[in-house]
């Protein structure tokens, strides 16, 4: 597949049909998306993380979107406007799609073909990036530090060979320090997030 830049051309421009809402393997959520979508969904933190999202199976700390029935359809779309019921707040996956990334920090993708419509119209990159509310440039660096926590604590959690340790109230713990652990009087959303992966890091490094 060929790589794109932000400046490359590729069929984008999407109609919002939002029939990529079915089928679209796990989205995954980041603090941000957790604070986000509830704040816009008026429910609290906590009763978005037991109605909305899933655990992975295999790693503890990252999060994803419900599905619906068989179809796997996200639990978010709302099928009677046939449409996502937080656009301005979504994912980053789900900003990017049919866009993957193939490098993230140099803004290279590929596109992954699984846009169902017909025939889109050719865009750049960086345009289809930067619509959505800007969701892409304001939340990418965060994203991305995001990227590397969960890669670093996954890392660190599979070199343990007595897992014992990782006792379900040692994972909860971590779970709780990085999305239920918000002093926004005190701190930005941005910075309370960067503070929960530190303290989740000392947390870990304190069992291996
Ligand atoms: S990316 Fe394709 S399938 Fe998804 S909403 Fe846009 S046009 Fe529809
Ligand atoms: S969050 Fe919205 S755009 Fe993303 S899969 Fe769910 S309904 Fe579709």
Redesign the pocket.
Same mark, same amino acid.
């Given at each position: 597949m060929d790589i794109l830049t932000l400046k490359s051309k590729d069929k984008l421009d999407c109609n919002l049909c +939002?029939k @990529? @809402?079915i089928y679209?393997g796990d &989205?995954r959520l980041t603090p941000i998306n957790v604070f986000e979508i509830s704040k816009y969904l008026n429910i609290s933190i906590k009763d978005f993380l037991e109605k909305y999202t899933d655990r992975l199976a295999n790693n503890q700390f990252e999060l994803v %979107?419900k599905t619906r029935g068989k179809l796997r359809q $996200? &639990? %978010?779309? +709302?099928e009677i406007n046939k /449409? $996502?019921? &937080?656009?301005s707040v /979504?994912?980053m996956? $789900?900003v990017m799609?049919p866009l993957v990334p193939e490098n993230l920090k140099r803004d290279y993708f590929y596109n992954s073909g699984q846009c169902t419509m017909e025939n889109p119209k050719e865009i750049t990159v960086s345009k289809w990036l930067n619509g959505n509310h800007r969701i892409y440039s304001k939340n990418k660096k965060i994203c991305m530090e995001w990227i590397e926590f969960i890669e670093w604590a996954q890392s660190k959690l599979d070199m343990i060979s007595n897992k014992s340790i990782l006792q379900e109230d040692f994972i909860d713990k971590i779970y709780e320090v990085l999305f239920l652990n918000y002093n926004l009087k005190n701190y930005n959303l941005k910075t309370q997030m960067r503070k929960n992966m530190k303290k989740a890091r000392d947390e870990i490094k304190k069992i291996i």
């Open positions: +939002d @990529c @809402c679209r &989205i %979107l $996200c &639990i %978010l779309y +709302d /449409k $996502c019921s &937080i656009h /979504k994912p996956q $789900c799609f």
